[in-house]
């Protein structure tokens, strides 16, 4: 049976007032035991900045745009993995085997599923992970997070929790969500 969290995700200190969106995700376990991720970008302005659609395939950078993103890891462990999706349709998945230690073998991914809708005020980005995509342990830590641009470049920062300084997605500070054998609960580091 499918288990479902829902979350608002903070806004960071340095965000521009010109950023009057707020931005919540409701995670899903699904029943084959993969993991749907569906972000909701409230209040959008016409500064708001959507990439280009592409054809659904890997890409880099895309952190330097709108984009959505979650890391997975074990409990216990040091290492996980980032994934990035753009509402293009383009994907981005990385192994850390620490923070920010990019770990020496990249991990085979199946392609994420993403969908992406857009109404007047609202922009719904639904990512799917299959079970082959998640670490591998009874409990995963989870950090949810994403990256809005406005017309000029200006970025801003939302995620479930965020350290003290810059924004950084990677602190273990933000790892806050945990998914075991019980469901989806709050979770501490490591």
Do not use: C
């Given at each position: 049976?499918?288990?479902?969290?829902?979350?608002k995700l903070a806004g960071h200190p340095s965000n521009s007032a010109r950023?009057?969106?707020?931005?919540?995700a409701t995670l899903t376990h699904t029943a084959n035991g993969g993991l749907q991720i569906v972000y909701a970008i409230h209040g959008l302005n016409l500064d708001l900045r959507i990439p280009t659609p592409h054809a659904p395939a890997p890409a880099d950078?895309?952190?330097?745009?709108?984009c959505c993103e979650v890391f997975l890891g074990t409990v216990?462990?040091?290492?996980?993995?980032?994934?990035?999706?753009?509402?293009s349709g383009q994907w981005a998945?990385?192994?850390?085997?620490?923070?920010?230690?990019?770990?020496?073998?990249?991990f085979d991914c199946p392609a994420p599923k993403?969908?992406?809708?857009?109404?007047?005020?609202?922009?719904k980005l639904t990512a799917t992970l299959p079970k082959k995509a998640l670490p591998k342990g009874d409990t995963l830590r989870i950090a949810v997070s994403t990256i809005l641009e406005i017309e000029g470049g200006n970025?801003?920062?939302w995620a479930l929790a965020h350290p003290p300084g810059k924004p950084d997605f990677h602190h273990h500070a933000g790892f806050v969500l945990s998914l075991g054998a019980v469901g989806f609960r709050p979770t501490r580091w490591p």
């Open positions: 049976m499918a288990q479902s969290v829902h979350v950023f009057h969106q707020h931005v919540d950078a895309l952190w330097k745009a709108t216990g462990q040091p290492g996980y993995r980032e994934f990035n999706f753009s509402p998945t990385y192994e850390f085997s620490d923070t920010r230690q990019q770990a020496p073998h990249a993403i969908d992406f809708e857009r109404s007047e005020d609202l922009l970025l801003a920062y």
